[in-house]
């Protein structure tokens, strides 16, 4: 397996994770003055698409981290679904 592969295979289990860090992307600026967008969890910068999402605009990193935020929140687990069982 591959960096990029580990990488992605760590942000997809740390999405599960997500309770204990509800801001897990953010924009932060870089010493360069750009903007990008850093996952904290890892501890790196977010990835779109196979692409680091570094050198950006404010704008560019706020709507994305946005973006971030927004989809993750959809694979978070909802309080009484874990170990729910169809049986009636």
Do not use: C, H
Not at 17 to 25: L, T, W
């Amino acid at each position: 397996m591959d960096l990029g592969n580990k990488v992605l295979a760590r942000q997809f289990l740390g999405a599960f994770n997500i309770r204990e860090r509800p801001m897990r992307f953010t924009a932060v600026q870089e010493p360069s003055g750009t903007w990008a967008v850093f996952d904290q969890i890892f501890d790196l910068p977010a990835e779109l698409a196979g692409r680091s999402l570094i050198g950006l605009t404010r704008d560019e990193a706020d709507r994305l981290a946005a973006s971030a935020k927004q989809e993750i929140s959809r694979w978070r687990p909802t309080s009484g679904s874990a170990g729910a069982s169809s049986r009636g």
